[in-house]
């Protein structure tokens, strides 16, 4: 006679837990998750809290130092960044480029470094990361262009890419 058994099992991956009805030579034939929500109901978990999470939040300062040249870029990339999800509280890994043409002032790299280390503890999700540390680079240095990448290693099959750029008003597009 074929063996049943109930048993609540947790997913690997979310920690969920299920609630196995009936196993038949160890595979299930029907699983439900406990809490019986469809998917749609589960994103209106996220609050308005959460995606402000770590938006304004106070970082060291990105100091500067004078430019001497003109009509140049420079890309610096940070391959270690990591930042913590709001909601779940779990870490956020990637690798952060940064990319810009300078006008008077050039990113100090030290005190970069410093910047990007404080988001090792903050809750942000990593769209707002990556959009915050442009904000911040073109507030420190006033560059003629900039463009944040941030290429977040994969989670839970999905591996997200997010681009955020500025393009200095003042600054006609002919002197670019």
């Known amino acids: 006679m074929k063996e049943t058994r109930e048993k609540a099992l947790r997913c690997t991956t979310c920690r969920r837990a299920f609630h196995v009805g009936a196993m038949l030579w160890g595979r299930s034939v029907t699983a439900r998750p ?10 209106a978990e996220y609050s308005e809290q959460h995606a ?3 938006i304004d939040a106070e970082l060291p300062e990105i100091e500067c130092w004078p430019n001497q040249f003109p009509g140049y870029d420079i890309s610096i990339s940070m391959p270690e960044f990591t930042s913590i999800c709001p909601k779940t509280g779990l870490p ?5 480029h940064i990319r810009y043409r300078p ?3 050039c990113l100090e790299l030290k005190s970069l470094k410093g910047y990007f280390q404080a988001y090792r503890n903050l809750g942000i ?10 904000r911040d680079v073109v507030k420190a240095c006033r560059p ?3 463009k944040v990448t941030g290429e977040f290693n994969t989670r839970g099959g999905m591996r997200a890419v997010i681009e955020a750029e ?4 003042s600054i006609p597009s002919s002197n670019r």
């Open 103 to 105: 006008d008077k002032l």
């Open 166 to 169: 500025y393009s200095s008003p």
């Open 144 to 146: 003629v262009s900039a």
């Open 92 to 96: 956020d890994f990637g690798t952060v």
């Open 125 to 134: 999700f990593y769209e707002n990361a990556v959009n915050r540390i442009l």
């Open 34 to 43: 406990l809490t019986e929500r469809p998917y749609s109901q589960k994103m």
């Open 52 to 54: 402000q999470s770590g």
